[in-house]
Protein backbone atom coordinates (compact mmCIF):
# COMPACT_ATOMS: atom_id res chain seq x y z
CA UNK A 1 0.00 0.00 0.00
CA UNK A 2 3.02 2.34 1.13
CA UNK A 3 3.99 2.24 -3.09
CA UNK A 4 1.02 2.90 -4.15
CA UNK A 5 1.00 5.96 -2.42
CA UNK A 6 4.84 6.62 -2.92
CA UNK A 7 3.44 6.76 -6.87
CA UNK A 8 0.60 8.85 -6.12
CA UNK A 9 3.25 11.47 -4.54
CA UNK A 10 5.39 11.41 -7.51
CA UNK A 11 2.56 11.63 -10.39
CA UNK A 12 1.38 14.65 -8.86
CA UNK A 13 2.15 17.91 -10.91
CA UNK A 14 1.30 15.79 -14.36
CA UNK A 15 -1.95 15.58 -16.10
CA UNK A 16 -3.38 12.76 -16.59
CA UNK A 17 -2.99 13.24 -20.39
CA UNK A 18 0.84 12.99 -19.45
CA UNK A 19 0.77 10.20 -17.85
CA UNK A 20 -0.89 7.98 -20.74
CA UNK A 21 1.53 9.95 -23.48
CA UNK A 22 4.19 8.54 -21.20
CA UNK A 23 2.87 5.45 -21.05
CA UNK A 24 2.60 4.91 -24.27
CA UNK A 25 6.03 6.36 -25.53
CA UNK A 26 7.10 3.70 -23.10
CA UNK A 27 4.86 1.30 -24.55
CA UNK A 28 6.33 2.09 -27.84
CA UNK A 29 9.91 3.09 -27.93
CA UNK A 30 10.49 -0.68 -25.86
CA UNK A 31 8.54 -2.57 -27.91
CA UNK A 32 10.08 -1.23 -31.28
CA UNK A 33 13.42 -0.71 -29.48
CA UNK A 34 13.81 -4.23 -29.71
CA UNK A 35 13.47 -4.88 -33.60
CA UNK A 36 16.50 -5.73 -35.58
CA UNK A 37 17.94 -4.53 -38.71
CA UNK A 38 17.33 -1.51 -40.63
CA UNK A 39 13.49 -2.47 -40.65
CA UNK A 40 13.52 -1.16 -37.14
CA UNK A 41 15.77 1.46 -37.32
CA UNK A 42 12.82 2.48 -40.01
CA UNK A 43 9.86 2.24 -37.82
CA UNK A 44 11.98 3.89 -34.75
CA UNK A 45 12.30 6.77 -36.83
CA UNK A 46 8.77 6.68 -37.47
CA UNK A 47 8.21 6.76 -34.38
CA UNK A 48 10.07 9.49 -33.45
CA UNK A 49 8.24 11.64 -35.57
CA UNK A 50 5.27 11.50 -34.28
CA UNK A 51 6.53 11.65 -30.35
CA UNK A 52 9.42 14.32 -30.38
CA UNK A 53 8.03 17.66 -30.78
CA UNK A 54 9.91 18.22 -33.80
CA UNK A 55 12.29 16.47 -36.29
CA UNK A 56 13.29 17.87 -39.43
CA UNK A 57 14.82 14.52 -41.24
CA UNK A 58 16.64 11.47 -41.12
CA UNK A 59 16.43 9.66 -37.33
CA UNK A 60 18.81 6.65 -37.31
CA UNK A 61 17.78 5.01 -33.48
CA UNK A 62 19.87 1.97 -33.04
CA UNK A 63 18.00 -0.85 -31.06
CA UNK A 64 17.71 -0.55 -26.89
CA UNK A 65 17.46 3.54 -26.64
CA UNK A 66 15.69 4.43 -24.05
CA UNK A 67 14.01 7.91 -24.58
CA UNK A 68 11.88 9.52 -22.23
CA UNK A 69 9.68 12.71 -22.32
CA UNK A 70 10.15 12.60 -26.16
CA UNK A 71 8.25 15.12 -26.84
CA UNK A 72 10.16 17.81 -25.09
CA UNK A 73 13.14 17.08 -27.91
CA UNK A 74 13.41 18.63 -30.56
CA UNK A 75 16.08 17.39 -34.01
CA UNK A 76 17.55 18.77 -36.77
CA UNK A 77 18.31 16.34 -39.72
CA UNK A 78 20.15 13.99 -39.60
CA UNK A 79 20.62 12.55 -36.51
CA UNK A 80 22.13 9.37 -35.29
CA UNK A 81 21.96 7.26 -31.90
CA UNK A 82 23.98 3.95 -30.72
CA UNK A 83 22.69 1.30 -28.74
CA UNK A 84 22.07 1.44 -24.86
CA UNK A 85 21.62 5.38 -24.59
CA UNK A 86 19.43 6.98 -22.36
CA UNK A 87 17.96 10.51 -23.44
CA UNK A 88 15.45 12.18 -21.13
CA UNK A 89 13.99 15.25 -22.26
CA UNK A 90 12.20 16.77 -19.25
CA UNK A 91 13.74 19.61 -19.12
CA UNK A 92 13.96 20.07 -23.11
CA UNK A 93 16.60 19.83 -25.19
CA UNK A 94 17.68 20.83 -28.67
CA UNK A 95 19.51 18.94 -30.73
CA UNK A 96 20.65 20.46 -34.26
CA UNK A 97 21.50 18.67 -37.41
CA UNK A 98 24.32 15.84 -38.63
CA UNK A 99 24.34 15.06 -34.68
CA UNK A 100 26.10 11.57 -34.16
CA UNK A 101 25.47 9.97 -30.46
CA UNK A 102 27.25 7.29 -28.98
CA UNK A 103 26.71 3.92 -27.32
CA UNK A 104 25.59 4.38 -23.97
CA UNK A 105 25.50 8.39 -23.36
CA UNK A 106 23.63 9.51 -21.23
CA UNK A 107 21.66 13.04 -21.83
CA UNK A 108 19.41 14.47 -19.02
CA UNK A 109 17.71 17.58 -18.64
CA UNK A 110 16.60 17.36 -15.41
CA UNK A 111 18.23 17.67 -12.06
CA UNK A 112 17.48 16.41 -8.77
CA UNK A 113 17.52 19.03 -5.80
CA UNK A 114 19.81 17.92 -3.03
CA UNK A 115 19.95 20.74 -0.28
CA UNK A 116 18.30 19.65 3.21
CA UNK A 117 17.37 16.90 4.34
CA UNK A 118 14.07 16.70 3.78
CA UNK A 119 12.07 15.19 1.97
CA UNK A 120 14.42 12.46 0.86
CA UNK A 121 15.59 13.07 -2.18
CA UNK A 122 14.26 10.38 -3.97
CA UNK A 123 10.92 12.24 -3.45
CA UNK A 124 11.48 15.63 -4.73
CA UNK A 125 10.45 17.27 -7.85
CA UNK A 126 13.28 17.40 -10.33
CA UNK A 127 14.29 20.61 -11.91
CA UNK A 128 14.23 20.82 -15.77
CA UNK A 129 16.91 22.10 -17.15
CA UNK A 130 17.15 22.54 -20.59
CA UNK A 131 19.90 21.08 -23.05
CA UNK A 132 21.30 22.28 -26.30
CA UNK A 133 23.14 20.32 -28.38
CA UNK A 134 24.67 22.22 -31.77
CA UNK A 135 25.12 20.66 -35.41
CA UNK A 136 27.99 18.75 -36.34
CA UNK A 137 28.40 17.26 -32.95
CA UNK A 138 29.93 14.01 -31.88
CA UNK A 139 28.95 12.61 -28.69
CA UNK A 140 31.41 9.30 -27.99
CA UNK A 141 30.08 6.22 -26.25
CA UNK A 142 29.84 6.33 -23.02
CA UNK A 143 29.79 9.99 -22.65
CA UNK A 144 27.08 11.76 -19.77
CA UNK A 145 25.84 14.95 -21.09
CA UNK A 146 24.77 17.36 -17.54
CA UNK A 147 21.79 19.16 -17.52
CA UNK A 148 21.94 22.64 -18.38
CA UNK A 149 24.78 22.23 -20.75
CA UNK A 150 25.12 24.06 -24.44
CA UNK A 151 27.40 21.95 -26.59
CA UNK A 152 28.47 24.53 -29.39
CA UNK A 153 28.77 23.40 -33.16
CA UNK A 154 31.13 20.90 -34.40
CA UNK A 155 32.13 19.90 -30.91
CA UNK A 156 33.03 16.46 -30.00
CA UNK A 157 32.70 15.01 -26.88
CA UNK A 158 35.02 12.03 -26.17
CA UNK A 159 34.46 8.73 -24.86
CA UNK A 160 32.95 8.48 -20.84
CA UNK A 161 33.73 12.17 -20.69
CA UNK A 162 31.41 14.19 -17.94
CA UNK A 163 29.88 17.64 -19.55
CA UNK A 164 29.64 19.63 -16.68
CA UNK A 165 30.04 23.18 -18.62
CA UNK A 166 29.30 24.57 -21.82
CA UNK A 167 31.96 24.14 -24.39
CA UNK A 168 32.88 26.64 -27.12
CA UNK A 169 32.56 25.64 -30.42
CA UNK A 170 34.44 23.03 -32.91
CA UNK A 171 36.69 21.85 -29.14
CA UNK A 172 37.28 18.54 -28.19
CA UNK A 173 36.29 17.56 -25.10
CA UNK A 174 37.42 14.92 -22.73
CA UNK A 175 37.87 13.20 -18.93
CA UNK A 176 35.93 13.95 -16.16
CA UNK A 177 34.79 16.81 -15.65
CA UNK A 178 35.45 17.33 -19.37
CA UNK A 179 38.16 20.07 -20.28
CA UNK A 180 39.16 20.98 -24.09
CA UNK A 181 42.15 19.21 -25.06
CA UNK A 182 41.96 21.17 -28.62
CA UNK A 183 40.65 22.32 -31.42
CA UNK A 184 38.82 20.84 -34.61
CA UNK A 185 40.59 22.75 -37.12
CA UNK A 186 40.38 22.28 -41.42
CA UNK A 187 43.43 20.64 -42.58
Known amino acids: MKYFQFLKEKAKGYSLTELFRLEFESLFFGIFGLVPTTFGVILRGLICKVFFRS??????????????????????SNFAVN??????????????????????????????PIEGRFPPVFARKTIPKKIVIGDDVWIGAGAVIMP??????????????????????????????????RSRSDI
Open 55 to 76: SKGFIWLQPNVVLVHSDRITVG
Open 83 to 112: SGSYINGIGGIEIGSYVLIGSNVTISSGQH
Open 148 to 181: GITIAKGTVIGANSIVTKDTQEYAVMVGAPARKI
